[in-house]
């Protein structure tokens, strides 16, 4: 519902998610699969440069609702770039992490419950 709007990522992504397109990228070898993910992430960085941040990042009202609903924390996967912010509703506040692309190695989030911590890793 978020990128309803953004016609350009849902030309992209129905183009890329057909058969054919798949499996010409699965029958490359790993420098090329790893060329086109680059130059993918390329353009897509771009296209967030030139949108502005309320179109970019439309999912904030969501995350303050849940937020204000009971919810601390939010972990959000498919993006480019690894993240922390603190989300403010109307009632409360809680933390929201962005986990960075797995491409080149694996990463997440280790919770520690003794102190309440997070921490970003990587491999």
């Not at 060329?35 to 771009?46: H, P, T, W």
């Not at 009202?61 to 922390?84: E, K, N, T, Y």
């Not at 190695?105 to 911590?117: A, K």
Request: hydrophobic share 35%; charged share 30%; proline share 3%.
């Amino acid at each position: 519902d978020l990128a309803r709007k953004d016609y350009g990522y849902r030309v992209m992504h129905n183009l890329i998610r057909r058969k054919f397109p798949l499996a010409v990228f699965h029958s490359l070898g790993t420098s090329g699969k790893r060329f086109i993910v680059r130059a993918l992430i390329g353009i897509s960085q771009e296209v967030k440069k030139r949108k502005s941040i309320w179109r970019r990042e439309a999912y904030r009202p969501f995350l303050a609702d849940l937020v204000d609903g009971g919810i601390d924390v939010c972990i959000q996967g498919h993006r480019h770039s690894q993240a922390f912010r603190i989300i403010d509703g109307n009632i409360r506040s809680g933390r929201h992490f962005v986990l960075p692309r797995w491409f080149d190695r694996s990463c997440g989030l280790i919770y520690y419950p003794s102190e309440d911590r997070f921490r970003f890793f990587s491999q």
